[in-house]
């Protein structure tokens, strides 16, 4: 197939070498010029994907945010205007339902199907091709969009024929994952205050009932002191954020999600934004007086 993604960060960028080695012609898009010449060495095509645009059998959407999708898709030079019919549509960006829904309604106007279907299992599994995908949509999307799914995703969740579905399951996702990180955060450097080695805790909570995949994955990168972005602080300001609009509507208090939201808050404000999202264990050192690992001892 020819596919097309758009948003070639620690997510897509993966998911586009997938694609590749799957054997599908691969057209990358980003506003940063380097990653589109890193996926045409790696063998992407190097076309545009403005310039090919009517030849396209599917576009996968990773960008950051609704406003990002929404000028990729419907812009002055939007990619919807582009495709021909029967083209589909893969919104891999965390949204909330009812913009999934919207996005919908406008592509199915123009001919266009469309797959609900934001993903979750960090840069590693994108590299591999073996995300988890939420997905919803009808049956005619799900069939033009199986060989691309096939090729980025382990497990596919077919949710039902309704988009807003797979965005809605990816809404509960993030509720967990940021609060775990920040939990994971918070537990890391209690111990640190027990006068537990960061290490240590990894090596024996992982193996406990207190752990999750979230620990699991995030621990050690505050344990290396390597904050290197594979998912970045910045991401749960508006992932949270999310979630909270989301339940609101639904008149549903989500204390916890709250509170774990403040800490990334504050973490973006201390002017960790582009760090990876572990570094919201800085907020609870720097309360606390602590050193982690890299910054010396106290």
């Not at 576009?59 to 812009?75: I, K, M, P, R, T």
């Not at 997905?135 to 096939?150: C, K, M």
Request: include cysteine.
């Amino acid at each position: 197939m020819k596919v097309a993604v758009i948003g070639l960060g620690s997510m897509g960028f993966g998911m586009a070498a997938s694609l590749l080695r799957a054997g599908h012609e691969v057209y990358g898009q980003d506003i940063n010029a380097e990653a589109v010449k890193r996926l045409q060495a790696q063998g992407g095509a190097t076309a545009s994907v403005a310039a090919t645009a009517k030849t396209l059998d599917a576009v996968v959407v990773v960008v950051l945010n609704a406003s990002q999708a929404e000028a990729v898709l419907f812009g002055d030079d939007g990619i919807i205007a582009k495709l021909r019919v029967g083209a589909v549509v893969l919104h891999s960006v965390t949204v909330a339902p009812d913009y999934a829904r919207s996005v919908a309604q406008r592509c199915t106007a123009k001919d266009i199907l469309f797959l609900d279907a934001p993903i979750s299992g960090g840069s590693a599994k994108a590299a591999q091709g073996k995300l988890s995908i939420m997905a919803s949509g009808t049956p005619a999307a799900f069939s033009a969009a199986r060989p691309v799914l096939s090729a980025m995703a382990e497990t596919v969740f077919e949710l039902g024929d309704e988009p807003g579905a797979g965005s809605a399951m990816k809404t509960v996702n993030q509720m967990l994952a940021g609060t775990h990180i920040a939990a994971m955060a918070e537990a890391i450097t209690f111990a640190m205050t027990q006068g537990i080695a960061p290490a240590h805790f990894v090596k024996v909570i992982s193996k406990c009932a207190g752990t999750s995949w979230m620990l699991e994955n995030r621990a050690p990168h505050i344990v290396a002191g390597d904050y290197t972005p594979h998912s970045a602080i910045d991401i749960w300001p508006k992932d949270l954020g999310i979630v909270l609009d989301v339940a609101r509507a639904s008149k549903f208090a989500a204390p916890i999600t709250a509170a774990a939201l403040q800490q990334f808050v504050a973490a973006s404000g201390m002017g960790l934004g582009r760090e990876d999202d572990a570094a919201v264990a800085k907020v609870y050192a720097r309360n606390a007086g602590l050193k982690l690992p890299g910054e010396g001892q106290q």
